[in-house]
């Protein structure tokens, strides 16, 4: 491994390479907020590595960034004389003063100022969108979707989808909040964090939707009609948003994939289960409980065993 070149100084510094910075933090999909919140610094500073306005910074600096992009410190630096630094800048000569004159002031072309000024905000707020000094917040939503129903003893699945408006790199953080009495099973993709309540996601979005899911059971504690109400938020940009879509299950001794009561799985409903089949079957769900009622004649709940019973052909015709 070889060592990465340290400036001659009296605090050690090193060399860094700005576009092999930005070139891995995006394919890391990272931010430069994330980048400057892991450093405790600003983004600012982050911006000056990028676009090379400060090719030089403390060698332990260097080493908490490679850490942060997840490579090694040579990854981020470069070869002493690789790219010239720029040259130091050149004093004016001194102008030798007349004090023999009085000084005047000279008020001519004044009017000029006010649009040298406007000239030159306006031309900062270009160079700093072109340098990425100014982030164009990305429009991300989130969306739940939950069955209309299920039993109080079977565990149902609950799905967000998260939606930007662009093709960009954009990250965010989604929590879900679930009543107490609520079981949680697992979740699609993993927690990032779970508490008593809720659970944490922390992901980014690279154009297409993003869902994230897991199963919930009330565990039988629900009384039949009960409701079980769900909240969620969405923070993105230290904006925070709340989780669009359905709030609320209600607790019916009916399948979730029946939406409309009446004891079967049709072909349609069926069919909006294998629309997602991979992500309920990662997720946990029964499927071939699913299909049984489908092939079948339906099904029924068993208070006894606590579960759907699949109805055949000959228990059909006895009921």
Not at 107 to 113: A, D, E, I, N
Not at 239 to 245: A, C, F, N, R
Not at 293 to 319: C, H, M, N, Q
């Amino acid at each position: 491994m070889s060592t990465p070149p340290v400036k001659s100084s009296a605090i050690a510094c090193v060399l860094i390479d700005g576009d092999k910075i930005r070139q891995i933090r995006q394919e890391q999909g990272f931010t430069q907020l994330y980048v400057a919140t892991s450093l405790a610094i600003t983004t600012d500073t982050v911006s000056r590595w990028e676009n090379k306005r400060s090719p030089s910074i403390k060698l332990e600096n260097a080493e908490k960034l490679a850490e942060v992009l997840g490579v090694e410190l040579e990854a981020i630096t470069r070869l002493s004389g690789s790219e010239p630094e720029p040259p130091p800048a050149i004093a004016p000569s001194p102008v030798a003063r007349d004090d023999s004159k009085p000084s005047l002031v000279s008020f001519k072309g004044l009017w000029v100022w006010p649009f040298l000024l406007i000239a030159l905000a306006v031309g900062l707020l270009v160079y700093k969108k072109d340098t990425g000094l100014v982030a164009t917040p990305v429009k991300v939503t989130a969306e739940r979707l939950l069955p209309r129903h299920s039993s109080p003893h079977l565990p149902f699945p609950v799905l967000l989808r998260v939606h930007a408006a662009e093709q960009a790199v954009t990250s965010f953080i989604l929590q879900e909040s679930y009543p107490e009495s609520c079981i949680v099973i697992g979740g699609l993709p993993a927690f990032t964090a779970q508490g008593e309540n809720g659970v944490k996601w922390i992901s980014t979005t690279g154009g297409d939707d993003l869902y994230f899911g897991y199963l919930a059971s009330s565990g039988g504690t629900a009384r039949n009609g009960e409701k079980l109400v769900f909240a969620g938020t969405l923070l993105v940009d230290n904006k925070e948003q709340q989780v669009t879509g359905s709030t609320s299950i209600e607790m019916l001794d009916y399948h979730w994939a029946d939406r409309n009561n009446d004891y079967r799985i049709d072909d349609n409903e069926i069919l909006t289960i294998y629309s997602s089949f991979e992500l309920f079957k990662q997720m946990g769900v029964d499927i071939d409980k699913i299909q049984a009622i489908w092939a079948g004649y339906g099904y029924r709940f068993d208070p006894d065993l606590k579960e759907f019973i699949v109805v055949s052909e000959a228990t059909a015709g006895g009921e």
